[in-house]
T-cell receptor
Framework: DAMVIQNPRYQVTQFGKPVTLSCSQTLNHNVMYWYQQKSSQAPKLLFHYYDKDFNNEADTPDNFQSRRPNTSFCFLDIRSPGLGDAAMYLC??????????????FGPGTRLTVL | DQQVKQNSPSLSVQEGRISILNCDYTNSMFDYFLWYKKYPAEGPTFLISISSIKDKNEDGRFTVFLNKSAKHLSLHIVPSQPGDSAVYFCAASYTGNQFYFGTGTSLTVIP
């Protein structure tokens, strides 16, 4: 089945220790997104790629970076995780940017714990 | 600034009855609205959507209603089943822009 895969599902890191979260897709979608979701809050968009074109949300901290080496993979790098970065990180894809009938497909998420 | 709001964090409904989940938005530019369903330990999955040119879209037991003048949409589930117990997210977008999500409503369907 075509899907969005996130690894690892659970990640524990230490305060200030860099961490990388991984996302892959078999849908061949043009757009890949990274969201941060904290408890009882809405998913918050960090950035997205349209093909190789990177788009950073204005309020995404510099501590967060992303790479998309090819269509299938996208990585989220947190350079110096703080306690406030503990959250669920969701990767999503869509065929195109929002227009008409175009929904997102989500991975299962990576739960990040910062000690 | 929360542009999509779900003011009810939780909802409990008896099996077989109607579940009504509500969502309000503030941005009049939104032209596409979606509902996602999320089970624990899984990512959200797309459920149903509606374009701003419509006021109703139906898919089996799920119907979404859009009231543009009130900037309000709702998801009706009839009849509700225990397997519908999940967190439901409302989302909205406009062409070329990002998807904006609500905070979710946790639905519990009681057998």
């Amino acid at each position: 089945d075509a899907m969005v895969i996130q690894n690892p599902r659970y990640q524990v890191t230490q305060f200030g220790k860099p961490v990388t979260l991984s996302c892959s897709q078999t849908l061949n979608h043009n757009v890949m997104y990274w969201y941060q979701q904290k408890s009882s809050q809405a998913p918050k968009l960090l950035f997205h790629y349209y093909d190789k074109d990177f788009n950073n949300e204005a309020d995404t901290p510099d501590n967060f970076q992303s790479r998309r080496p090819n269509t299938s993979f996208c990585f989220l790098d947190i350079r110096s995780p703080g306690l406030g970065d503990a959250a669920m990180y969701l990767c999503a894809t869509s065929r195109d940017l929002p227009q008409g009938n175009n929904e997102q497909f989500f991975g299962p998420g990576t739960r990040l714990t910062v000690l | 600034d929360q542009q999509v709001k779900q003011n009810s964090p939780s909802l409990s409904v008896q099996e077989g009855r109607i579940s009504i989940l509500n969502c309000d938005y503030t941005n009049s530019m939104f032209d596409y609205f979606l509902w996602y369903k999320k089970y624990p330990a899984e990512g959200p999955t797309f459920l149903i959507s509606i374009s701003s040119i419509k006021d109703k879209n139906e898919d089996g037991r799920f119907t979404v209603f859009l009231n543009k003048s009130a900037k309000h949409l709702s998801l009706h589930i009839v009849p509700s089943q225990p397997g519908d117990s999940a967190v439901y997210f409302c989302a909205a977008s406009y062409t070329g822009n990002q998807f904006y999500f609500g905070t979710g409503t946790s639905l519990t369907v009681i057998p």
